[in-house]
């Protein structure tokens, strides 16, 4: 089975400055799917960014971007410029493509990230 | 397009009542998942359907849940008798046949069992 590993639960970051979400990830497949969501206080999840484990390149969306290692299943998220409105619970997850029917969410425990003035 | 809508938003009952929850998916979404979220933990799977057919339950859905998609539009998940421990949010997502792997969570449904 899979597992996914959030480490930190609350992280901090002062508007316009960077900040790195972690996540690692326990697997025996080779093809897979990363993702982050994030879920805004009282508001539904949304999808940040999403990363295929068979490409080598990181993906990036605008200021979101990850630091895919897969040899250490690391996926970590970098949030440039920093918003406000980037004040939300960040969740790391895990896909498996290959089961032949569902392709389930494996979701780590979640990461709140607060953003200040 | 309208997105995933869950109804109610919010349910408070007395443990032992039956609930019924109604997801409605993204219109010409074949896949639809439910999915568990009790407080500081990330969603967990319950179950899958692909149009109306159900091909996954999760350990976690007891007997005291069932779940139904008929004419493979919108679902509804039914807890049975329930317990204080089913207290959670539900959380419905959705996804297209152009991209599966392209999930689409709805608001949720808040459960709160006294």
């Known amino acids: 089975a899979q597992t996914v590993t959030q480490s930190q639960p609350e992280m901090s970051v002062q508007e316009a400055e960077t900040v790195t979400l972690s996540c690692t990830y326990d697997t025996s497949e080779s093809n897979y799917y990363l993702f982050w969501y994030k879920q805004p206080p009282s508001r539904q999840m949304i999808l940040v960014i999403r990363q295929e484990a068979y490409k080598q390149q990181n993906a990036t969306e605008n200021r979101f971007s990850v630091n895919f290692q897969k040899a250490a299943k690391s996926f970590s998220l970098k949030i440039s410029d920093s918003q406000l409105g980037d004040t939300a619970m960040y969740f790391c997850?895990?896909?498996?493509?290959?089961?032949?029917?569902?392709?389930?969410?494996?979701f780590g425990t979640g990461t709140r990230l607060q953003v200040t003035l | 397009d309208t997105g995933v809508s869950q109804d109610p938003r919010h349910k408070i009952t007395k443990r032992g009542q039956n609930v019924t929850f109604r997801c409605d998916p993204i219109s010409e979404h074949n896949r639809l998942y439910w999915y568990r979220q009790t407080l500081g933990q990330g969603p967990e799977f319950l179950t899958y359907?692909?149009?109306?057919?159900?091909?996954?339950k999760s350990r976690l859905l007891s007997d005291r849940f069932s779940a139904e998609r008929p004419k493979g539009s919108f679902s509804t998940l039914e807890i049975q008798r329930t317990e204080q421990g089913d207290s959670a949010m539900y959380l419905c997502a959705s996804s297209p046949p152009s991209l599966p792997i392209r999930q689409y969570f709805g608001p949720g449904t808040r459960l709160l069992v006294l």
């Open positions: 359907f692909q149009n109306e057919a159900q091909l996954e």
């Open positions: 997850a895990f896909m498996n493509p290959n089961t032949g029917t569902a392709s389930k969410l494996t």
